[in-house]
């Protein structure tokens, strides 16, 4: 019997089925997966963007706060209350969100969280890197919470800022103005140099740099093109420190005039001018305010003019003089003169009155040629050496009685008598000048002496060069400034006249016969000078800085001329205006012993009423 086979066919159907259930159930877990990343992403960068906008706004409130900090610190000063800050809100309109403000503790009565600290001598921060300065340290934070978004993404902001006074002479070299340096023989400058324009140097010999260089606009090896001995590039420029040094490009210093914050010469210049009416006595308030006490007349503690016959033969009985202290009820009061003339009797009757005419011991007027500006000197001379007899003199007509209101009881301004404004009120002529000169100021007064005149200025003989304090070596030329006191002179030029210069020289004098004796100045200078420039085809040149002190004398490679100090050139001279010349036209180039004085890095040895420069800087910036 045959038993048939049977062929039984597979269930293909059931079979796709099977697959196509469970590529669908894994096409749909990999587009749940899909899904919910699309989604979780989503709501990530909705998040992140929230975030991002509660910082933008948070960043907001800190920058309004802290530029409106900045805008009062530039023109005025910062308030002394961060109540004045820290409820500033920032402009929200047109904001497509709203936010809530608050300080890091979530106040939200507060913008922000401010803090303010007093000032104190510091390092500065940022771009001033190595500079000091009278610094106050402020911080702002602000968080900003965004409102009716159904989730709490704020974020807070924090910037730090440094608000500096910059005392001008910690500076060995700060020009307002392009800076020329060519010096014929080699040249060592030990302090930091600025220049608020570009740096022009193509020196014959070695010019070194001990600190650091910087320049707002740029720095050439080559001279002024305006300089008629313009050559070609030197490599005789040494910079001791490389590294970031010399700086190209940074931003400028500016000092703040009154309620300006232009930095042009003609506008800085007017610190050493009698100040505007709006400042100017009798109102008082605003001449001793944070925008008059720039004005030096203001801050001076004595005021020198005279009348307009200001001549050597007037033998200052046309001279003024004023004390000025603010915390007293006059504010300014005439000083009497101690110096008796004459005495006249005059006869109503049978009455006899006895009147004696006095000036003044220690300020005199003189007479001299100029021979750099063919003028004939009309000054105001002030004996450094009787100013001290007379602070010492306790007679009603001494100056001791002024100088104790200076310096101890309730009108104390923490200092004895340390500062002179002089105006000359001679007439500028073609052929007379107005000037004022210092002469016996071998030892100056124990507080040190600021001297300040819009016009030129001349010292003659040794200057500060006290050597323990109490007495002056007029012999040592040396840059050791140990002993000396913290002094300043402030002009429109500045011309050292050595021991041996003669008021009899006149217009014919030889050079040859004009021979100087080793001479010694210490103290900062802020002044005028006569920049390169072609005038109808002419050029002129400015004598560069190693012609910033000007000399009239047959210097030599024999005699010294020791200078320690700092050298500011701020402006364009206005009243000694004839430009530089070759050596043995007028002068002879001496031995040129020059230096920064490292006192004025110590803001206790820094020269009464020393100029300031406003400085800002921003660092820590952080966002959580």
Known sequence: ???PLHHHRPARAGFALLITLTFTAVMLTVFASMFYWVSSNAKV????NLFNESEYAAESAEENILTTMMRDFTYSSLSSSVGTYNTLMPPTNGWPLNFQFSDTNGNTAYTATVTISPYSWAVL???YSGLTGYAQFCQVASTATPLNQGVNLSATVYQSAQFALVPVFQFAVFYNMDLEISPGGPMNINGKVWSNGNIWSSPSATLTYYDTVDASESIYYVRNPNDPQANGSSNNVVYNITLNNPLQNVDSLTMPIGISTNNDPTNVMSILYPPPSTYAPPNYSAAYGSNGIVYLENAA???ISNNANGLATAKGTNITVYYQNPNTSQDIQLVPGDLPLATNVTQLGPFKTTNTVYAYSFVTNSSFWDYRESDTVQSVDINVGKLNAWLT???????????TLSSSGSTSEGHGINSIYVYNNVPLTTSQLPAVRMVNGAQLPNSGLTVVTPQPMYVLGYYNVQTNGTAANASANTTNTAYTVPASLMADAVTILSSNWSDSYNSSTPIGSRNPTADTVNA???VGILPSVTVNGTKEFSGGLENYLRLLENWSSATTLTYNGSEVAMFTSQYATNFWQSPGVYYNVPTRNWGFDNNFKNYSKLPP??????????FNWKAW
């Open 1 to 3: 019997m045959q038993t």
């Open 45 to 48: 960068t909705t998040r992140n």
């Open 125 to 127: 921060t940022g771009q």
């Open 301 to 303: 503690d004595l005021i």
């Open 393 to 403: 003199n306790a007679t009603a007509r001494g100056g001791q009685q002024y100088n």
């Open 524 to 526: 900062a200078m802020l």
């Open 609 to 618: 009423l020393t100029p300031q420069f406003k400085a800002i800087s921003r």
